[in-house]
């Protein structure tokens, strides 16, 4: 035997000894239902690095070096963690089955820090709303929903039934709404278009109240509103669903979507239509009033997601959309509303302690009118928007994140408030850094700073935060002050408009920024299956923008007003147990001073409320969730203008309190087949009259649905 062959044959014996020593584990991880997890993560105490990633089919497979005693640990969002431990005689197969976490304090979040995190260690106070949350109230968009499960908000008609929003004292323009962190072109009278916002494919969605400049910029004076979209987990699934209510009030929808190898796709479309809403009807009142009639409308949206893992630790992001609206505001005119959406972006990590965001998003939001007669359809309103963000993250020792990146955005707008229905463009850029520091597991400390930049005002503007949370045994002590700021808008600014043929509002182009300075400490109390968390804030806000009456002009300008103060308490309590019994109490006070002879007057109703009790049980073949909801809403009491020319003259005005309760039923009566009953407005309430702050109910409604999950029919059980 030669020595060349002898090395080979003790190189050869070492591998087969090597080969021998090490063993393979497999399994599945599955929920209390026995449903695979896909994504759930399964890692090895003992060996740092060393863990694996179940697939589509909740499987999973990774190799130990040796045949010691060894703990493996699966982990999953939403659900408790499993520990087994892997003697040295075990066998190759390991399963684990997780069990739902009775709250969401496991939930990730990214909307208060712009990095994942668990929801009980976010400095900054976060409501989520979650999947479950959205199925229960059966929402069609998210006026519906949030007023359903958020105190302190109210979804309210303006000027020729335009929805407006208040939240905690702040309007449309002040509430910073995002789709996957991305904002939404195009306003009417200071609110986005809710009705793009449907509920369909919709994950969870992150409240963010108070000021949130320091991330987002300009328009987050009064809180954000992030909507975070679902990706499929199943290899392949289609649902269709419909929906039919009062009013021939109509939903139809459908979704597509697949999970294999390196793609992951989300199609949904969805119809609404629902006729007109006669409010006189049922009444011998006269006078019903301020509107007797809800115009009927239709809404078609349909939205694309594409994921594509071009390699570990590099992934593509891709979003197409179309929204329509048409509103039937008399027998002559439509009004028409058409949004056209996309974006590409990547995710990129670089190591284990740098990854890289790059990202492009378009939005153009256009309005018309439809001339019946004529079959003429004129666009007298576009708002396109070009943004390019980069974000990035880098990780100090494991547990400190340090956040950089920068937008740049071209904000496009021709409107017909505009002099000869003309056109502005403004260039916006930006820069921000944030470092989330964590020296121990009970103290977090969050800071952050962001420039601002617009170039029609030559405005540059600096917006801070600080942040803190100390947890103390089953209490999380929170603190935070963040500065937040709006810029003067492009109508704003120019604004030269002949308002409902009355009087004339003109645009400011030397506006400030609105800018304000929020204050909030809260108190989390965690038990078992019980949480509760109270939040008081304090917000002060400078140079709000308004219109105000110049009597030289003769007519309404923009421009900034004195200062305004915003205080109040937010508090929530939840609990959820074994039987299937959970609830939720929430309530928010809210004051808002504004000095006697400004332009601008207070609608905010001081006390809300929302309450929800639940059951929710599953059996083999059968499921039933039955919910009980209701909202309530203080009476307000508020000073009214009597002339546009004068801010000196008021009357008061009180807008009644109301309690509206929602009952819905659910079954899943077979595999993939979900039944939903539900009747609104349980306890019969109709406003005595009719203002634009009070709901437009006309009592009692009642609805049906039905959803189909068609890949869960051929599953094998």
Same mark, same amino acid.
């Given at each position: 035997?030669?020595?060349?062959?002898?090395?080979?044959?003790?190189?050869?014996?070492?591998?087969?000894?090597?080969?021998?020593?090490?063993?393979?584990?497999?399994?599945?991880?599955?929920?209390?239902?026995?449903?695979?997890?896909?994504?759930?993560?399964?890692?090895?105490?003992?060996?740092?690095?060393?863990?694996?990633?179940?697939?589509?089919?909740?499987?999973?497979?990774?190799?130990?070096?040796?045949?010691?005693?060894?703990?493996?640990?699966?982990?999953?969002?939403?659900?408790?963690?499993?520990?087994?431990?892997?003697?040295?005689?075990?066998?190759?197969?390991?399963?684990?089955?997780?069990?739902?976490?009775?709250?969401?304090?496991?939930?990730?979040?990214?909307?208060?820090?712009?990095?994942?995190?668990?929801?009980?260690?976010?400095?900054?106070?976060?409501?989520?709303?979650?999947?479950?949350?959205?199925?229960?109230?059966?929402?069609?968009?998210?006026?519906?929903?949030?007023?359903?499960?958020?105190?302190?908000?109210?979804?309210?008609?303006?000027?020729?039934?335009?929805?407006?929003?208040?939240?905690?004292?702040?309007?449309?323009?002040?509430?910073?709404?995002?789709?996957?962190?991305?904002?939404?072109?195009?306003?009417?009278?200071?609110?986005?278009?809710?009705?793009?916002?449907? =509920?369909? $494919? *919709? +994950?969870?969605?992150? @409240?963010?109240?108070?000021?949130? #400049?320091?991330?987002?910029?300009?328009?987050? &004076? %009064?809180?954000?509103?992030?909507?975070?979209?679902?990706?499929?987990?199943?290899?392949?699934?289609?649902?269709?669903?419909?929906?039919?209510?009062?009013?021939?009030?109509?939903?139809?929808?459908?979704?597509?979507?697949?999970?294999?190898?390196?793609?992951?796709? =989300?199609? $949904? *479309? +969805?119809?609404?239509? @629902?006729?007109?809403?006669?409010? #006189?009807?049922?009444?011998?009142?006269?006078? &019903? %009033?301020?509107?007797?009639?809800?115009?009927?409308?239709?809404?078609?949206?349909?939205?694309?997601?594409?994921?594509?893992?071009?390699?570990?630790?590099?992934?593509?992001?891709?979003?197409?959309?179309?929204?329509?609206?048409?509103?039937?505001?008399?027998?002559?005119?439509?009004?028409?509303?058409?949004?056209?959406?996309?974006?590409?972006?990547?995710?990129?990590?670089?190591?284990?302690?740098?990854?890289?965001?790059?990202?492009?998003?378009?939005?153009?939001?256009?309005?018309?009118?439809?001339?019946?007669?004529?079959?003429?359809?004129?666009?007298?309103?576009?708002?396109?928007?070009?943004?390019?963000?980069?974000?990035?993250?880098?990780?100090?020792?494991?547990?400190?994140?340090?956040?950089?990146?920068?937008?740049?955005?071209?904000?496009?707008?021709?409107?017909?408030?505009?002099?000869?229905?003309?056109?502005?463009?403004?260039?916006?850029?930006?820069?921000?850094?944030?470092?989330?520091?964590?020296?121990?597991?009970?103290?977090?400390?969050?800071?952050?700073?962001?420039?601002?930049?617009?170039?029609?005002?030559?405005?540059?503007?600096?917006?801070?935060?600080?942040?803190?949370?100390?947890?103390?045994?089953?209490?999380?002590?929170?603190?935070?002050?963040?500065?937040?700021?709006?810029?003067?808008?492009?109508?704003?600014?120019?604004?030269?408009?002949?308002?409902?043929?009355?009087?004339?509002?003109?645009?400011?182009?030397?506006?400030?920024?609105?800018?304000?300075?929020?204050?909030?400490?809260?108190?989390?109390?965690?038990?078992?299956?019980?949480?509760?968390?109270?939040?008081?804030?304090?917000?002060?806000?400078?140079?709000?923008?308004?219109?105000?009456?110049?009597?030289?002009?003769?007519?309404?300008?923009?421009?900034?007003?004195?200062?305004?103060?915003?205080?109040?308490?937010?508090?929530?309590?939840?609990?959820?147990?074994?039987?299937?019994?959970?609830?939720?109490?929430?309530?928010?006070?809210?004051?808002?001073?504004?000095?006697?002879?400004?332009?601008?007057?207070?609608?905010?109703?001081?006390?809300?409320?929302?309450?929800?009790?639940?059951?929710?049980?599953?059996?083999?073949?059968?499921?039933?969730?039955?919910?009980?909801?209701?909202?309530?809403?203080?009476?307000?009491?508020?000073?009214?203008?009597?002339?546009?020319?004068?801010?000196?003259?008021?009357?008061?005005?009180?807008?009644?309190?109301?309690?509206?309760?929602?009952?819905?039923?659910?079954?899943?009566?077979?595999?993939?087949?979900?039944?939903?009953?539900?009747?609104?407005?349980?306890?019969?309430?109709?406003?005595?009259?009719?203002?634009?702050?009070?709901?437009?109910?006309?009592?009692?409604?009642?609805?049906?649905?039905?959803?189909?999950?068609?890949?869960?029919?051929?599953?094998?059980?």
């Amino acid at each position: 035997m030669t020595g060349r062959t002898t090395i080979f044959l003790l190189l050869g014996l070492l591998l087969t000894v090597d080969a021998a020593a090490q063993r393979s584990i497999s399994g599945t991880v599955t929920d209390n239902r026995h449903e695979p997890l896909s994504g759930a993560t399964i890692l090895v105490k003992e060996i740092a690095g060393l863990g694996a990633v179940t697939d589509a089919g909740g499987r999973y497979e990774l190799r130990l070096p040796d045949k010691k005693e060894y703990t493996l640990t699966a982990t999953y969002i939403g659900y408790f963690d499993a520990t087994r431990t892997l003697t040295a005689d075990h066998g190759g197969a390991l399963d684990f089955q997780l069990k739902e976490n009775p709250t969401i304090l496991e939930q990730v979040v990214v909307t208060g820090t712009r990095t994942p995190k668990l929801l009980k260690d976010v400095p900054i106070v976060t409501r989520v709303i979650t999947e479950s949350d959205i199925r229960r109230t059966d929402a069609t968009n998210i006026g519906d929903l949030l007023q359903t499960e958020l105190p302190g908000i109210e979804f309210s008609y303006s000027m020729n039934q335009q929805t407006s929003l208040n939240m905690a004292g702040f309007g449309g323009n002040s509430v910073l709404f995002l789709v996957d962190g991305e904002r939404l072109a195009g306003e009417t009278l200071d609110n986005v278009d809710y009705s793009r916002l449907n =509920m369909d $494919n *919709v +994950q969870r969605i992150e @409240i963010v109240k108070g000021a949130a #400049s320091s991330l987002y910029g300009s328009n987050a &004076v %009064g809180g954000v509103v992030n909507i975070i979209s679902r990706e499929s987990q199943e290899p392949w699934s289609v649902n269709v669903n419909g929906r039919y209510g009062a009013h021939n009030e109509q939903r139809y929808g459908g979704s597509v979507g697949f999970n294999r190898g390196r793609f992951n796709s =989300m199609t $949904n *479309v +969805q119809y609404t239509s @629902i006729d007109a809403i006669d409010l #006189s009807k049922g009444t011998d009142n006269t006078q &019903v %009033g301020d509107y007797s009639t809800i115009y009927g409308h239709s809404t078609l949206n349909v939205k694309e997601r594409l994921i594509f893992t071009a390699a570990e630790g590099l992934r593509f992001t891709a979003r197409a959309g179309y929204f329509f609206r048409e509103r039937n505001s008399s027998e002559s005119l439509r009004d028409r509303y058409r949004s056209f959406t996309g974006g590409l972006k990547g995710n990129y990590t670089v190591t284990d302690k740098d990854d890289l965001e790059l990202s492009y998003s378009f939005d153009q939001y256009d309005k018309s009118d439809y001339l019946v007669a004529g079959d003429r359809d004129v666009r007298d309103y576009s708002n396109v928007q070009h943004t390019l963000r980069t974000l990035y993250n880098h990780t100090f020792a494991g547990r400190h994140i340090l956040t950089a990146g920068g937008d740049y955005m071209r904000d496009y707008l021709m409107s017909y408030q505009f002099e000869g229905n003309g056109s502005h463009t403004q260039h916006t850029a930006d820069a921000f850094a944030q470092f989330d520091w964590n020296p121990h597991e009970k103290f977090n400390l969050i800071a952050g700073l962001r420039l601002d930049w617009f170039s029609e005002t030559k405005l540059t503007h600096l917006s801070p935060k600080l942040g803190l949370m100390y947890k103390l045994g089953s209490c999380s002590l929170r603190g935070s002050y963040a500065g937040g700021f709006r810029a003067p808008t492009l109508k704003e600014m120019y604004m030269n408009f002949y308002m409902g043929n009355i009087f004339m509002i003109y645009g400011n182009p030397d506006l400030r920024p609105e800018s304000s300075r929020n204050f909030s400490l809260s108190a989390e109390y965690m038990k078992g299956r019980h949480n509760l968390t109270v939040t008081g804030f304090y917000n002060i806000v400078d140079d709000r923008i308004t219109t105000a009456w110049n009597q030289a002009l003769g007519g309404q300008v923009y421009t900034n007003m004195s200062r305004l103060q915003v205080a109040g308490v937010d508090a929530n309590a939840s609990g959820r147990y074994p039987c299937g019994i959970s609830w939720r109490l929430s309530y928010a006070y809210t004051y808002e001073y504004i000095r006697k002879g400004e332009p601008m007057l207070s609608s905010t109703r001081p006390h809300t409320a929302t309450a929800r009790i639940a059951y929710d049980k599953d059996w083999k073949n059968y499921g039933l969730s039955v919910a009980l909801s209701g909202r309530y809403l203080s009476k307000v009491t508020t000073d009214v203008y009597t002339e546009i020319t004068s801010y000196e003259k008021t009357e008061k005005q009180t807008y009644p309190g109301y309690t509206i309760w929602k009952l819905s039923l659910s079954q899943r009566v077979w595999r993939g087949v979900n039944v939903t009953l539900a009747v609104d407005n349980l306890f019969n309430y109709r406003p005595r009259y009719f203002y634009s702050n009070s709901p437009a109910t006309t009592g009692t409604t009642c609805s049906a649905g039905l959803s189909l999950d068609i890949e869960q029919m051929f599953k094998k059980k």
